[in-house]
């Protein structure tokens, strides 16, 4: 295949880049509810007629690995009855999803009657039925009691909106008006992501455009394997293990082996534990998301993320397991957690092999809290969804970030005036919690304790939170980060809460979130007089 010359094909690449940055700008700032407007909860990619993944914006790890399944899904369902104008939706996690609240939307781009690839956006929506509020139950036993379960649906066909299906979608819900709001700039999205590669191609042409992606996919993949190639040649192997599923099941391992091979890096998950009672099962897609990315961590986070990327990637999980889920497991919590733990085990097995690229375990828990109710300022129900950030690990020349999303959430906290204004919530109190950055030559980052006082009576509170039975480990004598803990404060009493539960709230109620602080790096006998000295400093404040 005849290339383009360097300079063209920079061009298109970064091109095709800023597609997909557009289209998550015109996402967040047209979509109505907090978690995408404020949380930047969303992901958003451009594909080939082939299914295959050509540019992403820097969104979220966890979305962007499992978008190949479900533009997969589609192009299967609708073969060729796909027409200009026409907007598919899917949540169905064993058709390409993660979890229901994450809905994708995938929309096939025409140029001159011909089909020249998908845009693709996937976004948490705070509400999509189910048994509680925000369907992020930590007590679901199936699928089915995490909220509507949507398979390749057209949702828009030919620019026209599926009345029945719309109708259908938004009867399941408990925030209608807004799950609409966020549908519509999802499609917004893609709009504009067909409008921008239309552009271009006016600006080349087809025929180049194509040869463009395919180079790219290539030289992707060149670039993955020049990165591996400087890796040892080595195997290790490496298990972690997540608290509990809800309902009895304590200490499940996650396990794994990592060889690098010449040409590619094979991950095994043989050793990890059969999928649970609880929502902590993760469905293949989601495991592929969590290993893609720290095979990036490791390698060269600047190789432009598209298929050719992962090609030298081999992943191994035995279906029915934590790592490869079959229906009807419940899942809501294998997105948000397992995904975490994959992260943290694959990583800790390439500490044994290349450790000045790994860090310390962050706070290996997206510390999920859904909020849902009747707001007394309007008499409309609500429905708050958030993850709460905590310590990141230490590293091999620098301490961890205190209080920040890590690893497969790559969101933002809700700011503190948006949540009020949104939500009949007040928060109290959102500090740093000193001293819970695990101790090494580099400290680990600090967790975060925030008090939510709730306004409406009656409100349910889901809870879903992991490292609480025991804190995110240290690297090469570093030690373990402070664990999390929950309670709820009524009058003067503090309740325990355990990490995964659900329960009523009423007026006056308090929340609190304590999360885990990062582990430390290297031996604390090692770190420096001045680092001690500003600990000391910042244990008085």
């Given at each position: 295949m005849e290339k383009l010359d360097p300079i063209s094909f920079e061009i298109l690449k970064n091109s095709l880049i800023s597609i997909a940055e557009e289209m998550g700008v015109v996402l967040r700032k047209?979509?109505?509810?907090?978690?995408?407007?404020?949380?930047?909860?969303y992901s958003c990619a451009l594909f080939n007629t082939s299914g295959q993944l050509i540019a992403q914006a820097e969104h979220i790890p966890v979305h962007l690995g499992a978008m190949p399944y479900s533009v997969q899904a589609v192009m299967k369902e609708f073969e060729d009855d796909l027409?200009?104008?026409?907007?598919?939706?899917l949540n169905d996690p064993y058709r390409g999803g993660t979890h229901l609240p994450d809905i994708t939307m995938v929309s096939p781009i025409f140029f001159k009657k011909k089909l020249v690839g998908f845009t693709v956006n996937r976004a948490h929506h705070s509400d999509v039925g189910g048994v509680a509020p925000g369907s992020m139950s930590a007590l679901s036993r199936d699928v089915n009691q995490e909220g509507v379960r949507i398979p390749p649906v057209k949702l828009w066909a030919e620019g026209k909106p599926n009345r029945q299906i719309l109708d259908f979608v938004l009867s399941n819900v408990r925030t209608p008006d807004e799950r609409l709001g966020d549908l519509r700039a999802q499609r917004a999205a893609n709009l504009v992501g067909a409008k921008r590669l239309g552009e271009l191609l006016r600006k080349s042409s087809v025929s180049t455009v194509e040869k463009g992606m395919d180079q790219l996919i290539d030289y992707s993949e060149e670039l993955m394997l020049k990165k591996i190639r400087e890796l040892p040649r080595k195997s290790s192997t490496a298990v972690d293990y997540l608290d509990d599923d809800g309902f009895g099941t304590t200490d499940i391992p996650v396990m794994v082996k990592v060889t690098i091979n010449r040409q590619s890096i094979a991950f095994d998950f043989s050793g990890s534990a059969k999928q649970v009672q609880g929502p902590l099962n993760a469905v293949y897609s989601v495991t592929l998301s969590a290993v893609y990315y720290v095979v990036r961590c490791v390698t060269d986070p600047s190789i432009p993320a598209n298929a050719g990327c992962f090609k030298p990637i081999q992943i191994k999980?035995?279906?029915?397991?934590?790592?490869?889920?079959e229906p009807p497991a419940p899942v809501a919590g294998g997105n948000v957690e397992t995904s975490t733990r994959i992260v943290d085990v694959t990583l800790k097995a390439f500490s044994s092999i290349i450790p000045e690229r790994v860090c310390a375990a962050c706070q290996g828990t997206m510390n999920n809290v859904t909020i849902g109710g009747v707001d007394p300022r309007t008499g409309q129900y609500f429905t708050y969804y958030e993850t709460i950030a905590g310590g990141f690990g230490g590293r091999y020349s620098k301490d961890g970030v205190d209080g920040i999303h890590s690893h497969m959430t790559n969101t933002l906290n809700t700011?503190?005036?948006?949540l009020e204004s949104a939500y009949p919530l007040r928060v109290r109190r959102c500090e740093l919690v000193r001293g819970s950055g695990g101790r090494g030559r580099f400290r680990g980052g600090l967790g975060i304790k925030r008090e939510t006082e709730l306004l409406a009576e009656r409100s349910t509170i889901s809870l879903m939170g992991e490292r609480q039975r025991r804190g995110p480990w240290g690297l090469l004598g570093g030690m373990s980060g402070s664990p999390g803990a929950y309670g709820i404060v009524r009058g003067n009493r503090v309740t325990g809460l355990a990490s995964k539960t659900t329960l009523t709230a009423n007026n006056g109620d308090v929340l609190t979130v304590t999360t885990p602080g990062g582990g430390g790096y290297g031996a604390p006998g090692r770190r420096t007089k001045e680092k001690i000295g500003q600990d000391r400093a910042d244990r008085k404040v």
């Amino acid at each position: 295949m005849e290339k383009l010359d360097p300079i063209s094909f920079e061009i298109l690449k970064n091109s095709l880049i800023s597609i997909a940055e557009e289209m998550g700008v015109v996402l967040r700032k047209s979509s109505f509810s907090p978690n995408i407007k404020e949380r930047r909860d969303y992901s958003c990619a451009l594909f080939n007629t082939s299914g295959q993944l050509i540019a992403q914006a820097e969104h979220i790890p966890v979305h962007l690995g499992a978008m190949p399944y479900s533009v997969q899904a589609v192009m299967k369902e609708f073969e060729d009855d796909l027409v200009e104008g026409d907007d598919i939706i899917l949540n169905d996690p064993y058709r390409g999803g993660t979890h229901l609240p994450d809905i994708t939307m995938v929309s096939p781009i025409f140029f001159k009657k011909k089909l020249v690839g998908f845009t693709v956006n996937r976004a948490h929506h705070s509400d999509v039925g189910g048994v509680a509020p925000g369907s992020m139950s930590a007590l679901s036993r199936d699928v089915n009691q995490e909220g509507v379960r949507i398979p390749p649906v057209k949702l828009w066909a030919e620019g026209k909106p599926n009345r029945q299906i719309l109708d259908f979608v938004l009867s399941n819900v408990r925030t209608p008006d807004e799950r609409l709001g966020d549908l519509r700039a999802q499609r917004a999205a893609n709009l504009v992501g067909a409008k921008r590669l239309g552009e271009l191609l006016r600006k080349s042409s087809v025929s180049t455009v194509e040869k463009g992606m395919d180079q790219l996919i290539d030289y992707s993949e060149e670039l993955m394997l020049k990165k591996i190639r400087e890796l040892p040649r080595k195997s290790s192997t490496a298990v972690d293990y997540l608290d509990d599923d809800g309902f009895g099941t304590t200490d499940i391992p996650v396990m794994v082996k990592v060889t690098i091979n010449r040409q590619s890096i094979a991950f095994d998950f043989s050793g990890s534990a059969k999928q649970v009672q609880g929502p902590l099962n993760a469905v293949y897609s989601v495991t592929l998301s969590a290993v893609y990315y720290v095979v990036r961590c490791v390698t060269d986070p600047s190789i432009p993320a598209n298929a050719g990327c992962f090609k030298p990637i081999q992943i191994k999980a035995q279906s029915g397991t934590i790592v490869n889920a079959e229906p009807p497991a419940p899942v809501a919590g294998g997105n948000v957690e397992t995904s975490t733990r994959i992260v943290d085990v694959t990583l800790k097995a390439f500490s044994s092999i290349i450790p000045e690229r790994v860090c310390a375990a962050c706070q290996g828990t997206m510390n999920n809290v859904t909020i849902g109710g009747v707001d007394p300022r309007t008499g409309q129900y609500f429905t708050y969804y958030e993850t709460i950030a905590g310590g990141f690990g230490g590293r091999y020349s620098k301490d961890g970030v205190d209080g920040i999303h890590s690893h497969m959430t790559n969101t933002l906290n809700t700011p503190v005036e948006a949540l009020e204004s949104a939500y009949p919530l007040r928060v109290r109190r959102c500090e740093l919690v000193r001293g819970s950055g695990g101790r090494g030559r580099f400290r680990g980052g600090l967790g975060i304790k925030r008090e939510t006082e709730l306004l409406a009576e009656r409100s349910t509170i889901s809870l879903m939170g992991e490292r609480q039975r025991r804190g995110p480990w240290g690297l090469l004598g570093g030690m373990s980060g402070s664990p999390g803990a929950y309670g709820i404060v009524r009058g003067n009493r503090v309740t325990g809460l355990a990490s995964k539960t659900t329960l009523t709230a009423n007026n006056g109620d308090v929340l609190t979130v304590t999360t885990p602080g990062g582990g430390g790096y290297g031996a604390p006998g090692r770190r420096t007089k001045e680092k001690i000295g500003q600990d000391r400093a910042d244990r008085k404040v």
